[in-house]
């Protein structure tokens, strides 16, 4: 694989990124996020916030009318915001590695398992069809599929949603990518899957040395596979830190509120605390703490200005005036 | 009871005996719409038969030479010599019927092949990219669309002349929307697939997606419109030709038949009856075929 002889110190840098809709709705707000090699990021929030968004603006598949308004996108040191659709053929499926949610959607019904994965060689190597189909099997087989042979000649709805899951991870990694975005992998499949796929995402980092940028809701599996995390609450981060720190020593109140609500053994027999409701689905520009409505802790300056990220321990930092020191 | 149980076992490819129940295989065999497919496919498939063996028969031999008239025949009723019987110029119907077979397909060939080539890149480049593509795609398909087909041809005859070329552009052009539509709805509607995005995200380029993965899902719609298009194509010659805006004089097809049967038409009404039967027969088998099709596909995509 070509190596840049100059390493950039973060794989993925997103500085300042704003997508807005047609009608003017700021659906991504104010999203900054760096991503050293090997590092296992993660993104949580709950629906809505802008995760979804923020990852097909990284890989500029933007539905029609959803643009970027503001920011920059650096993979590599090179900005990809605005780059011409060659380019960005070749970028995505090469560098940057998807698996996208809702793998039982995501693959060719008429195409055979084996030439969908082999497309992706096809496009980005010239390599001969022999040497592709054993990287193909290769590939397979590293994703812990079994009978790879056989199941190359498989059409997708004769496979299990944990194999499609799979073959859309092979797929995503066949190219060795330095950044493996993973946008909800694990959403359609039962728990038990969800932890092999956890591991096996965990092993690719590991092996391939491949960036891991994580989108989930699901603070289990974050917890399990991340490094680092980025708590994005209507498309700000509000939190951001070693995962140790967020899920340990929560500090803004949204994070507390949202592991808060997460049942445990600990927690039985006590009431499960909930957040208030959102009154109003605001996107409009912020001028004030989004939090501010649902918070607990309100106070005047909330509903008077909009928070930086301060500082709380070393790497972790919180969007409230609670730690403006 | 022996010879009871022997209607249950079955043996399969690998010569092993199975026991599925005679209902459960029945019901793997066939479900009722691939019966009534099946049954359309076969109307359709029989009907068509008829004017293949008319046109391998016409390659062989020739009862009666097409053009030459025969005065003292004109207008006879159909007879063992005569099948079909003559028209006003004493010509054998049956021999005429028969050559003119190829020059009304492929008339009818050539319209679909404009139509549907030229509705394949507007339809797939609209239903693909949405947008501004998409409504300059429709406007087009709108404009075409208000055109009447029998004034398109006359402003090509009045242009060009008469001439075989003229028709099959004029046709053509016209059946431009009606494929359009298809082939539009078909990719709008899988463009939406998610398996098109994750395309996207392996870089996959617009073509590819479009030839690649797109043109296949919506093959089966097309065969079927193409299927109807022309038995449409037919009747659009004829009644081209009916008018006296189709193929010149010197050139035989159904609608030109039909055309020179108008003026006798009480007198003999057969020469009239053997073209417009054979046009019928063409249209009903390809409409059968097409209907089979459709259902078809509408099976492979509840599956």
Known sequence: ?325 | MMKFKRKFKHKDKNNQISFIPDAQRAYYRTSSINKVAKLQFRIGFMLLLIPLILFLINLLYRPYDTTSMNMSERFTAPNFSHWFGTDNYGRDIFTRVMSGLPLTIFISIGINLIGCLSGLLIGALSGYYGGVVDYWGNRIGDALLSIPAILMGMLFVATFGEGIWQVIVALGIMFIPSYMRVIRSGFLEYSQRNFVKRLQLIGASSGRIIWRHLFPQIRTRLMSAIALGFANAILAESSLSFLGLGVPMSQITWGRMLKDAQGFLFQAPWSAIAPGLMIVILVLGSFFISNGLKQFSQQRNMT
């Open chain 1, 1 to 325: 694989m070509q190596q840049d002889l100059t390493k950039a110190e973060y794989i993925l840098k997103v500085e300042h990124l704003k997508v807005v809709s047609a009608q003017g709705a700021e659906l991504v707000r104010d999203v900054s996020l760096k991503i050293k090699p090997g590092e296992i990021v993660g993104l949580v929030g709950e629906s809505g916030s802008g995760k979804s968004i923020s990852t097909m603006a990284i890989a500029g598949i933007l539905p029609e009318g959803i643009s970027i308004a503001q920011g920059k996108i650096f993979f590599n040191d090179r900005d990809i915001t605005r780059i011409s659709a060659q380019e960005r053929c070749k970028i995505n499926g090469n560098k940057i590695g998807i698996i996208y949610q809702d793998a039982s959607q995501s693959l060719n019904p008429l195409i055979r398992i084996g030439r969908q994965i082999d497309e992706v060689l096809k496009i980005h190597t010239d390599l001969s069809p022999q040497e592709r189909r054993d990287r193909v099997y290769g590939t397979m087989r590293a994703v812990n599929l079994s009978n790879v042979e056989k199941l190359a000649q498989r059409y997708p709805h004769e496979l299990s949603g944990g194999q499609r899951q799979r073959v859309l991870i092979a797929m995503a990694i066949i190219n060795n990518p330095e950044l493996l975005i993973a946008d909800e992998p694990t959403t359609a499949l039962d728990v038990s899957v969800k932890s092999q796929i956890i591991e096996l995402i965990k092993l690719i980092n590991f092996s391939r040395k491949a960036s891991v940028l994580y989108i989930s809701h699901d603070f289990s599996t974050v917890k399990k596979l991340c490094d680092r995390v980025y708590v994005l609450y209507q498309g700000i981060p509000v939190e951001v830190g070693a995962t140790e720190q967020i899920i340990k020593r929560p500090q803004h109140m949204y994070t507390k509120l949202l592991l808060e609500s997460i049942p445990s053994p600990e927690k039985r027999g006590q009431k499960l605390l909930t957040m208030k409701a959102r009154t109003r689905d605001y996107r409009g520009p912020a001028v004030n703490c989004l939090f501010a409505e649902r918070c607990p802790k309100v106070f005047e300056r909330c509903r008077q200005e909009l928070p930086d990220m301060f500082k709380i321990d070393k790497g972790h930092q919180a969007a409230c005036f609670l730690f403006d020191k």
